[in-house]
C-alpha cells in the first residue's frame, strides 16, 4: 500500500487522537511526554496545535531537551503519514544556509510509525517522500539518527541511500548513550 505525507489538519485530528490514545507516540525520545503534550494542546486549541506543526521560519517557542534544557527552535515542520488515516509520523528540520546542525539536534530527519502498521513499508516510503522536500530546500545531505538496537531504523535509512558515518555519544541532554549517525547525500 503507498502513503503520502499531509500536512496536518483539523480534519485528521480525530485519526491522530485515537493513535495517540492508543499508546503511540510521534517521538521516539520523549514519547510519553510529548504524546501527553499533544494531547493537552489539541483539546486546549485544535487550530493552535495544527499551525504549530508547520514551522519552516522558526516562530515558535523553544525545544524542551530531555534533560529540561531549552534551546532556539529550528526552521522545521511535521507531517502525517497518511493512508486514509494517521499511520504515523516524520518531521524535518533544518538550518538556514547549511546543511550542518546544532550538536544537540540529532538528525534532520525523524519519524515514527503506529505499531500497528509496521511492517508495511511505511516509513521507507515517508523517508523517500521527506528526502524530496529536503533536495528542495537546497540541502547537501541530511543525518540521520538510530539507536545500535533499532535495526528497522537502520533498514529504513539504508533503503534510502543512507551510509553509517559514525558511532558517537549523543549529547547529555538526550542521555549520553551511544548511537549511530547517517548521512544521505542529496
Given at each position: 500500500?503507498?502513503?503520502?505525507?499531509?500536512?496536518?489538519?483539523v480534519?485528521?485530528?480525530?485519526?491522530?487522537?485515537?493513535?495517540?490514545?492508543?499508546?503511540?507516540?510521534?517521538?521516539?525520545?520523549?514519547?510519553?511526554?510529548?504524546?501527553?503534550?499533544?494531547?493537552?494542546?489539541?483539546?486546549?486549541d485544535?487550530?493552535?496545535?495544527?499551525?504549530?506543526?508547520?514551522?519552516?521560519?522558526?516562530?515558535?517557542?523553544?525545544?524542551?531537551l530531555?534533560?529540561?534544557?531549552?534551546?532556539?527552535?529550528?526552521?522545521?515542520?511535521?507531517?502525517?503519514?497518511?493512508?486514509?488515516?494517521?499511520?504515523?509520523?516524520?518531521?524535518?528540520?533544518?538550518?538556514?544556509?547549511?546543511?550542518?546542525?546544532?550538536?544537540?539536534?540529532?538528525?534532520?530527519?525523524?519519524?515514527?510509525?503506529?505499531?500497528?502498521?509496521?511492517?508495511?513499508?511505511?516509513?521507507?516510503?515517508?523517508?523517500?517522500?521527506?528526502?524530496?522536500?529536503?533536495r528542495?530546500?537546497?540541502?547537501?545531505?541530511?543525518?540521520?539518527?538510530?539507536?545500535?538496537?533499532?535495526?528497522?531504523?537502520?533498514?529504513?535509512?539504508?533503503?534510502?541511500?543512507?551510509?553509517?558515518?559514525?558511532?558517537?555519544?549523543?549529547?547529555?541532554?538526550?542521555?549520553?548513550?551511544?548511537s549511530?549517525?547517517?548521512?544521505?547525500?542529496?
Open positions: 500500500m503507498s502513503i503520502r505525507l499531509v500536512k496536518p489538519a480534519e485528521h485530528l480525530p485519526s491522530y487522537l485515537d493513535a495517540l490514545r492508543r499508546g503511540w507516540s510521534p517521538d521516539n525520545v520523549r514519547p510519553e511526554v510529548t504524546a501527553r503534550e499533544h494531547l493537552a494542546a489539541i483539546d486546549a485544535p487550530v493552535a496545535f495544527v499551525e504549530s506543526q508547520d514551522d519552516p521560519e522558526a516562530k515558535g517557542p523553544p525545544i524542551t530531555p534533560d529540561g534544557t531549552q534551546v532556539p527552535r529550528l526552521p522545521g515542520y511535521r507531517r502525517f503519514i497518511w493512508d486514509g488515516e494517521v499511520a504515523g509520523s516524520i518531521g524535518f528540520r533544518w538550518q538556514e544556509g547549511t546543511s550542518t546542525l546544532p550538536s544537540h539536534v540529532l538528525g534532520h530527519i525523524g519519524y515514527a510509525v503506529v505499531p500497528w502498521k509496521r511492517g508495511r513499508g511505511y516509513a521507507t516510503q515517508a523517508l523517500a517522500l521527506m528526502l524530496e522536500e529536503a528542495a530546500r537546497g540541502l547537501a545531505y541530511v543525518e540521520i539518527t538510530a539507536q545500535p538496537d533499532n535495526l528497522v531504523s537502520q533498514k529504513v535509512i539504508l533503503a534510502n541511500g543512507g551510509v553509517l558515518v559514525e558511532r558517537f555519544m549523543e549529547d547529555p541532554a538526550y542521555g549520553a548513550v551511544e549511530l549517525r547517517f548521512r544521505i547525500d542529496l
